[in-house]
């Protein structure tokens, strides 16, 4: 399974189409951290504040990741924290020999990295055993549940834990450095950070992101036309990318956060965190340019962006029932379709002018027909919510120690068991051999 290097030609494709950042300063509801593009990272500083603070990174991860070159310019970049406490990589992996081989891709870390094995036979008895106490945290597989485990596994030992996706192109030490520096000095009174970045293609340098610029934004801007001015809408139309992946926050918030387990999972931790902290302990950071993998649309309502799109329907509509206590009447359905139509197009001709000035290729047609597919999703949605309203969500670490104790140091265990040989006839590899996976060598980390 050879995993390619970070090529020189992705390389030069990011510098080309790197943005050089100013935003403005303004401020909303929402801490805003701009990048002004004036000062400089402070590397040895950044390791003597990890020192300080006992911080861990997560992320969740499946084993196609490694074929990658993203995941191998994240390893580059991570070398340098050498006052991490820890690197958890919470791998969905059919074989344990999968499993060995990404322990050994990260073996020479300057941390503890520790590979968790989330749909591994020890993890799915040990999460099994639960159904006695009443508890259904077997699934469903997929990004929520593996952030479930990880940040388990993770906030055993750290105060603060960041979270990357890792499929990100465009990482650099800036990502972690500017989303973890305002949580490691406890006299900002930070207790949650959020990422936004601008979207764009490295190959094509056009705008990404459907979903958050021709769905999320759309139908915030008219659910609020048609419930009028409510907090919640408020807080989730503060956030410049509401369903960025990339968040950091503290272990006591980490603990009591229930993870959804679909589509909605960026968006429902943003309503649990409504829940729990008050919105100037908040904060959210511009971390630049920004590129991973591109889902399609789709062809039907369960495919791609268009499925993504449904599920994060259904958790907004869920966080008005949960926290304003109002619900979509069958009446107001026509009304929100035709606001969203009407809002959609407004913003497919924004973002053509943004594009055209900035000289960017921009298709207005296949924008258009995203905004009539995620139009089309609206009723049955409502619909399936009304038949359903109750969403499966995995309890919070908080509520399960209640219960068990242990079960953090048994998934943790469990997570660690390699006892499963998936074919006959194969030898693990063992953790202090490098993979058969084209990485680029790594530079050793330079001392503090």
Same mark, same amino acid.
């Given at each position: 399974? %050879? ?5 020189? &030609? ?5 510098? #080309? ?45 499946? &084993?196609?990741? *490694? ?37 050994? !891709?990260?073996?020479? &870390? ?43 596994? @993770?906030?055993?030992?750290?105060? =603060? ?9 465009? *990482? ?54 048609? !419930?009028?001015? &409510? ?50 302990? =908040? ?25 993504? @799109?449904?599920?994060? !329907? ?36 924004? *973002? ?21 597919? !995620? ?13 359903? %309203?109750?969403? $499966? ?8 120690? #209640? ?10 265990? @469990?997570?660690?068991?390699?006892? =499963? ?11 202090? $051999?490098?993979?058969?996976?084209? #990485?680029? %060598?790594?530079?050793?980390?330079? @001392?503090?």
């Amino acid at each position: 399974m %050879p995993l390619p290097s970070a090529s020189g &030609m992705e390389q030069s494709s990011a510098n #080309c189409c790197r943005i050089d950042h100013r935003m403005d300063f303004q401020q909303g509801l929402i801490a805003t951290i701009h990048d002004y593009g004036l000062g400089k990272l402070d590397l040895p500083d950044f390791r003597r504040q990890l020192r300080q603070r006992p911080t861990s990174l997560l992320i969740p991860c499946l &084993m196609e990741e *490694f074929s990658r070159p993203a995941l191998g310019l994240i390893r580059e970049v991570l070398a340098e924290l050498s006052g991490l406490e820890e690197l958890v990589i919470a791998l969905s992996a059919e074989t344990s020999d999968d499993v060995a081989a990404a322990e050994a !891709f990260f073996s020479d &870390m300057p941390f503890p990295v520790r590979v968790h094995w989330t749909n591994g036979p020890a993890v799915a008895e040990s999460l099994q055993s639960l159904q006695t106490l009443g508890l259904n945290v077997t699934g469903p597989p997929g990004k929520g549940w593996a952030v479930w485990q990880g940040l388990g596994v @993770a906030c055993r030992n750290a105060e =603060i834990v960041g979270l990357f996706d890792a499929d990100i192109r465009t *990482f650099s030490p800036a990502y972690p450095q500017r989303m973890l520096r305002p949580l490691l000095d406890p006299s900002l009174g930070v207790a949650y950070v959020k990422a936004f970045y601008s979207r764009l293609s490295l190959e094509t340098q056009s705008l990404h992101g459907r979903a958050t610029r021709l769905f999320v934004g759309p139908l915030l801007t008219s659910l609020e036309q048609i !419930f009028g001015p &409510m907090p919640y809408l408020r807080y989730l139309q503060s956030f410049r990318y509401p369903l960025a992946g990339e968040f950091a926050f503290t272990r006591d918030l980490a603990m009591n956060l229930r993870i959804p387990s679909d589509w909605g999972l960026e968006i429902g931790l943003l309503s649990e965190v409504y829940r729990h902290v008050a919105p100037r302990r =908040i904060a959210q950071v511009d971390l630049g340019l920004f590129d991973h993998k591109h889902k399609t649309l789709g062809n039907a309502p369960s495919e791609g962006l268009q499925r993504m @799109a449904g599920e994060i !329907f259904a958790t907004v509509l869920r966080g008005l029932m949960e926290h304003e206590g109002r619900m979509l009447s069958p009446d107001q359905i026509p009304t929100l379709e035709v606001l969203f139509r009407r809002v959609g197009e407004d913003r497919v001709q924004q *973002f053509g002018l943004d594009s055209a000035i900035n000289r960017l290729p921009y298709n207005r047609h296949s924008e258009e027909l995203a905004v009539q597919s !995620f139009a089309t999703l609206l009723r049955p949605k409502v619909e399936d919510l009304m038949a359903a %309203p109750v969403a $499966h969500q995995l309890p919070s670490w908080s509520r399960l120690l #209640c219960c068990t104790e242990r079960l953090q140091a048994d998934l943790a265990e @469990a997570g660690q068991k390699r006892n =499963i040989t998936a074919a006959p006839n194969r030898t693990p590899r063992r953790h202090h $051999h490098r993979p058969l996976m084209a #990485c680029p %060598p790594r530079r050793p980390a330079t @001392a503090a």
